[in-house]
């Protein structure tokens, strides 16, 4: 090897040793911005983070939607802010504050309430400042649909009809639930005014399900707020359903009476499992059909009228009526107390009833008084409001609060009797054999039958 030669192999080998060390020092440079940037942040302080637009999602025209909107702080500082004045159809949902003070690394949801004046899409934009100081202001999209629901307005009434509103009464609608005692509210709270009314806006669900509303505390006329108030109505299938509702005393006993086996102790959640719907839903349509009408918050057309139970031969189904009229009386009786709570009529009540304090527990006593007929019966008569609310009303105490209807066959089917089944099927023996009742149908039209 000449001089030349190994010359150039040197400055061939020191060429490529030169080339790698280069190639270590490059990739331990990558290496160590990959770590910062793993580690968080290159600079000390607070780093907001939210998306670009946020849907609150769809609601009824007169109902509300709320969701919450995260917001991250991926500092190594407390985010502090505030959050800017939103416009309706957008608010800040009741008792949100708009401050913010999130420690580093975490988060808070922040929720927004949409309630849609009218149908289609509504956008508003949510400003947020903070002393992040890369992004001291921030905007948020906001959007939303307003669709067309159905509408159900009603009154709460205390006592006689039309003359008892309750105001500044919560109103729900719920539906049954899937499982005995259980319901899930479809609309919250909405109070009533001055006259009792309410109005509500909802979409209905997409498979027709059973609907009620209850009322929970509110003010009698010339009273206080009375936190034991606890009323209710059946308004039915979600899709044939009436438009107008009378919640009362009357309705509220003849839901409880009838849906005594498939509440939960307060009186106030109704449903059963698909193993038992067949009875349930028969139990729902006797309560609107044959014991109360849930338009006028009274007796159903199937009972007798007053003047009827007042003439010389008073129909046989009187006696229902009057035990309808006289429960309904003693939960009135509390409910339209001056002295709201700390009335007699409440205290004995739910004393009378086996029932503890609380919200809404008139319908806890009416469960209790229907499921435990023979309790106190004496007593709870003693409480009738003077002068009656509904009436006519049974002239002396029972033997128990239990309820039966008579129906008497009008043709020549003679229908001779009726049994059901244990999946809650009614069947009906006439003189050519036997029927099956179609589910949730009214029994005196089925059979047949007047009152």
Known sequence: MTFASWEAAEDNRRFRHWMARRAAVAGALIA???ALAAAGPAYAGPSIKVPASFNVGSAAVGSSRTQSLKIQNVGNATLTGTLGKLSPPFSLAPGASCGLSIPAGNSALVPIEFKPLKTGTATE??????????HKKVQVKLSGQ????FALSGTVEGGA?????IAGAPVQLLEVGSAYGSATALVGELVTDSAGHFSLNFTPPATPVELYVTAIAGNAIGGVNNPDTGLMALVGLSNKMSSTVVISPFTTVAAEWALAQFSDPTGFAFGAPPTNAVAFKNA?????TELANSD???PAAFLPTAAQCAGSTPPVNCDALERLDTLADVISACVESPAGENSSACTELLSDAGVGAGFGVTMAAAHEIVTHPKHNVGALYGLLSTPEAFAPVLASAPDGWELALAFTPSSSSSPAGIALDSLGNVWV???????????GKSYAKELDFNN
């Open 146 to 149: 307003g669709t067309q629901g």
């Open 429 to 439: 023996a006439t003189a050519g054999g036997e029927t099956e009742l179609p589910e």
């Open 32 to 34: 160590a911005l990959l």
């Open 284 to 288: 729902i349509n006797q309560a609107m």
């Open 296 to 298: 006028t918050g009274g």
């Open 125 to 134: 934009t949510l400003t947020i400042i903070s002393n992040d100081p890369k």
């Open 161 to 165: 009809l039309g003359t008892t509103p």
